[in-house]
């Protein structure tokens, strides 16, 4: 069975902190990682990963895939309040499976 | 263009009572996805529709949940004779196609409470 593991379960900081996140996981014919933030509504789409050791970045945030370890992390320097939300890791089989999410990461940064 | 619209909002039932939860996908898009958020957990996979078909349902009850995605019209989603258990977030989302470059955009959800 598909599984994703993300770890902490939840974290607090302080603004201007930097953070990690972090998304294991085991899947059959992996084609894709995906990070969403949620914060009281939609889960909004962040990155999608598919190859090993490329770096994807969109202002603070950044996250990148090894699928030799199987593992991800999403780096958010000079976090903000406004960061705060439900980080979600899901991955993606081959063919026309659904997406598998983790728990989440609940990180809250306190000014 | 608009993202993937779900109504209601909120939505509270008393025990033994019909949900039905609705969700219009993007424009262009033909794969609807359901899934259900307990508190403090991640999403879990319902089903999994295309036009006029359903392609996964794996996560879905085998009794009292139904879901349909017509010709025309939005992804219904139907719970019958809900129970306590029932209540959560339950969250569409779509894309135009499978695939990698795809990425699923998910609706604000709608928050069942049943009573």
């Known amino acids: 069975e598909d599984k994703v593991v993300q770890s902490p379960l939840s974290l607090v900081v302080h603004e201007g902190d930097t953070v990690t996140l972090n998304c294991s996981y085991e899947v059959t014919n992996f084609r894709s990682l995906l990070w969403y933030k949620q914060e009281k509504k939609a889960p909004t789409f962040l990155f999608m990963l598919t190859s090993s050791g490329i770096e994807k970045k969109s202002g603070r945030l950044s996250s990148i895939l090894d699928k030799k370890e199987l593992f991800s992390i999403l780096n958010i320097t000079a976090t903000q309040t406004g960061d705060s939300a439900v980080y979600l890791c899901?991955?993606?089989?081959?063919?026309?499976?659904?997406?598998?999410f983790g728990k989440g990461t609940r990180l809250s940064v306190i000014a | 263009n608009a993202g993937v619209m779900q109504n209601p909002r909120h939505l509270v039932r008393r025990r033994g009572q019909e949900a039905r939860l609705r969700c219009s996908p993007m424009k262009g898009h033909s794969h609807v996805y359901w899934y259900r958020q307990l508190p403090e957990e991640g999403l879990k996979f319902m089903v999994y529709l295309q036009k006029e078909n359903i392609i996964d349902e794996s996560g879905m009850p085998k009794e009292r949940f139904s879901a349909e995605f017509p010709k025309e019209g939005p992804s219904i989603l139907r719970i019958q004779q809900v129970v306590r258990g029932d209540s959560a977030a339950y969250f569409c989302?779509?894309?135009?196609?499978?695939?990698?470059?795809?990425?699923?955009?998910f609706g604000n959800g709608t928050r069942l409470t049943v009573t």
């Open positions: 899901a991955v993606e089989a081959a063919g026309n499976t659904p997406l598998v």
């Open positions: 989302a779509s894309s135009p196609r499978v695939g990698a470059d795809s990425p699923l955009h």
